[in-house]
């Protein structure tokens, strides 16, 4: 079970990939949306995505002290990597709009930290969450999520420049799958100009 096929099947299967009209957190419309918590409803189903994961980071002979993630998001993805890999897992979390570090956990210098997220859209939480890392003198190794929105596109496993992405392109992004949906402007959204309105996903019990 891998390839980018199953993990759109998998999702798909979970009720985790939506097809309508959405309102993005980035203002932008798109006729798809990830809801990554629907897959991590089954505890075996994310124990298997996370184990497909930690082979790739295993793979490529990155070595993690420990898994970070930014919560709420990242939480349940970050865990069950942290599991398959074999290591620490610790969280970051927005405290007053801002990202943090809290309920005692430590980072040692030179420690190396792994950021993962449910899903990457532009990398901004994840970058929030290294830079907690980075101040206390731990090293990012890697970024890992279960799906790539397609913001951050990969060409052969690298990160290729682009304008909405906000990781690093010298320190690796891993995912098990790489989406790319239509994203529109909402002036020029063809969803739009059909009279449909955009549902701001969560917001509606999705
Ligand atoms: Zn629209």
Redo the contacts with the bound molecule.
């Keep these: 079970m891998s390839g980018q096929v199953d993990i759109e099947r998998i999702y798909k299967e979970a009720g985790a990939l939506l097809e309508g009209?959405f309102?993005l957190s980035s203002g932008k419309?798109s006729p798809n949306y990830l809801q990554s918590a629907k897959v991590l409803e089954d505890p075996k189903l994310a124990q298997t995505l996370a184990q497909l994961l930690a082979a790739q980071i295993q793979e490529a002979g990155i070595e993690v002290d420990t898994v970070c993630s930014p919560a709420i998001g990242g939480l349940l993805a970050g865990y069950e990597l942290a599991r398959a890999l074999g290591k620490r897992f610790i969280f970051t979390e927005r405290k007053d709009g801002r990202m943090a570090l809290r309920r005692g956990f430590q980072v040692a210098p030179g420690e190396r930290v792994l950021i993962c997220e449910d899903i990457i859209t532009t990398g901004g939480s994840a970058m929030e969450a290294a830079q907690q890392i980075q101040e206390r003198g731990g090293q990012i190794v890697a970024f890992a999520a279960l799906a790539n929105r397609g913001l951050c596109p990969r060409v052969n496993g690298s990160l290729h420049e682009s304008p909405q992405c906000r990781l690093p392109q010298d320190i690796p992004l891993f995912a098990l799958a790489d989406f790319t949906f239509p994203i529109?402007d909402?002036a020029t959204?063809?969803?739009?100009q059909t009279g449909?309105k955009?549902i701001k996903p969560g917001s509606r019990g999705n």
Excluded at 189 to 192: D, E, H, T, V, Y
């Design positions: 009209h309102l419309h529109y909402p959204c063809p969803l739009c449909s955009p």
